[in-house]
């Protein structure tokens, strides 16, 4: 199975969303192989689109959680409060929320605990900054994000757990990284996360300026289990084209 994360970002508000929702859901139709497809509203936006999308095939994500149950955290969201939403996967440490938000791997941490215990599947975002490749240190600083993310967590039989390998230098700007430096790093992620959990509970995702050109190229290796997409997910000529390329891969596979 291939996984497609749509990011809607704070790209659109409570209508817009219900739009692109309904408009998300006709990419799946006539296709004989569909992906598992997780669309992220913004928060405010949750309840309407769960509307559209109830019994059908799209999952609704949210992008962000706070780590405990209640309690005087104004602002803040629990995991509880999202299943009551019908929300079953979060995205956890977005680079823009660690860059603009303060987000240390600590807090990544206590919030993959925290949705791990309340049902919810966490897409644990990771990614190393364009210094910090031109450093050659990029691998390093992905496993130690990686390390801290998942720090004491356990996974139930029923779990399942997402990485996105999403590069800071890659997200927004149009320049994907190589298909290759995917590769490598999905591989050293797997083999980190191989003693802890089991391999059928693991995905690992790429992101970063995926759009309908490049998807292929990335959904068609093994190694790939999914695409996380922002910019282009809110432009469903695009997305319908990279929900197009994981429907001819799943074909492909099922021949
Ligand atoms: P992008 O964003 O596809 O616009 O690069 C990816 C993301 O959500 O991080």
């Known amino acids: 199975m291939k996984t497609i994360i749509a990011n809607w970002k704070m790209n659109v508000g409570v209508r817009e969303s219900v739009a692109l929702a309904r408009a998300t859901l006709l990419t799946l139709r006539g296709r004989k192989q569909i992906p598992e497809l997780v669309i992220c509203p913004p928060l405010v936006a949750l309840s309407e689109t769960r509307k559209v999308v109830a019994h059908s095939a799209v ?3 949210a992008q962000n959680v706070f780590w405990k149950d209640a309690g005087a955290f104004t602002g803040e969201v629990s995991g509880r409060m999202l299943t009551e939403l019908g929300v079953s996967h979060v995205i956890i440490g977005h680079s823009e929320r660690r860059a603009h938000l303060g987000e240390t791997d600590a807090m990544v941490n206590l919030k993959v605990l925290h949705a791990l215990e309340v049902g919810l599947i966490p897409i644990v975002c990771v990614g190393e900054t364009r210094d910090q490749r031109n450093g050659g240190r990029a691998l390093e600083v992905v496993r130690e994000q990686v390390l801290a993310a998942f720090k004491s967590a356990r996974l139930r039989s029923n779990d399942r757990l997402y990485v996105a390998y999403e590069p800071v230098w890659a997200i927004g700007t149009g320049e994907a990284c190589t298909v290759d430096n995917a590769l490598e790093t999905h591989a050293m992620i797997r083999d980190m996360l191989a003693k802890q959990f089991s391999g059928d509970q693991l995905k690992v995702l790429y992101g ?9 190229g990335f959904l068609r290796e093994r190694e790939v289990d999914g695409v996380l997409v922002g910019g282009a997910s809110v432009k469903i000529n695009q997305f319908k084209d990279v929900v197009a390329a994981a429907s001819e891969v799943l074909e492909a596979q099922h021949d």
């Open 59 to 61: 999952s609704l994500g």
């Open 208 to 216: 970063g300026s995926v759009d309908g050109e490049n998807a292929y």
